[in-house]
């Protein structure tokens, strides 16, 4: 089975009375972190539980060492996931507005701790939700805990250490998520250093989308990554972002491609630009 799996509106629908079925409200505001529990509390999809970018799938900020949104401890994220109701053979929606960028955050954690089968993401999100008349309810949703273990593959992520080492690489495939003007390092609203990683290649993620926020075909999405990534292994192939949650919408994609789950460097430009000594290209 795909490691990568959408799920449409029609289907989420026959589907909510299933009795193993979790339904997670990822929504987040950058620039208002109190937006998505807001939102979440006014009106969400019956059942589904709402879990925090900052509280619940982050760890501790420490300034001059982590990026914005480090990644949260094993043991805490899997004590949440139970609290939402998780089992190990949970059937897993997430959803956040509309493009995924959240979603996908929690479907890389989910993958990270070992649950790789039976996840989805909502395609279109509760934007596209709303627009098929599928119910909302501003009801809180009460969940047994359930009993999901899970345990951190490192084997999906790379650190700075091992990312600056490889820099020079020939068989190194960087893919920034971010838009273009900060790619360049032309515009920096959040970080306080502007540029990119040397070697990147400006890859933004809503570019895996379209007009509806919708993902592209899995051929398109091939063609549009195919010129990058052909010649690297997965290995070789790494996704960063501002701080680690966006790249993770380019590493599902790829997956909907057709290509191996491909690193993360979960500390992203935020982690990277703590430390002076690390090259910076604009």
């Known amino acids: ?5 959408l799920i449409d509106t029609t289907r989420l629908t026959a589907q909510l009375a299933q009795p193993n079925l979790r339904i997670l409200d990822c929504r987040f505001a950058l620039d208002d972190p109190q937006y998505g529990k807001r939102s979440y509390d006014q009106g969400h999809i ?3 539980v709402y879990l925090d970018l900052e509280k619940d799938l982050s760890g501790p900020v420490v300034p001059g060492q982590t990026g914005r949104h480090p990644l949260p401890s094993p043991e805490q994220l ?27 955050r929690v479907w890389w954690l989910l993958a990270w701790l070992g649950k790789r089968s039976g996840v989805y ?18 009801e809180p949703t009460r969940v047994e805990p359930g009993n999901f273990e899970g345990t951190p593959d490192s084997a999906m992520l790379i650190d700075a250490a091992h990312l ?8 190194l495939t960087l893919l920034d998520a971010r838009a273009l003007p900060r790619f360049k390092g032309e515009q920096e609203p959040i970080d306080p250093v502007a540029g ?7 890859v933004p993620f809503n570019g895996n989308l379209d007009e509806d926020d ?69």
């Open 1 to 5: 089975m795909a490691l990568a799996q």
């Open 46 to 48: 019956p059942g589904a």
């Open 78 to 104: 899997v004590e949440r996931l139970r609290e939402a109701g998780l089992h190990d053979d949970s059937e897993v929606v997430l959803y956040d507005d509309g493009p995924g960028a959240f979603a996908a």
């Open 121 to 138: 993401l909502l395609d279109g999100g509760l934007k596209a939700w709303r627009a098929a008349g599928g119910a909302v309810t501003s």
């Open 164 to 171: 600056l080492a490889n820099l020079q690489q020939p068989g």
């Open 196 to 202: 990119h990683i040397p070697g990147a290649q400006c």
């Open 214 to 282: 919708r993902f592209l075909s899995p051929q398109a999405l091939q063609a549009r990554f195919s010129p990058l990534v052909a010649t690297a292994s997965a290995d070789g192939l790494v996704a960063y972002c501002g701080s680690g949650v966006t790249a993770c919408h380019n590493l599902f994609a790829l997956c909907l491609a057709g290509y191996p789950l491909a690193k993360l460097y979960a500390g992203s430009w935020s982690e990277w630009i703590t430390d002076s000594q690390r090259p910076v290209a604009r």
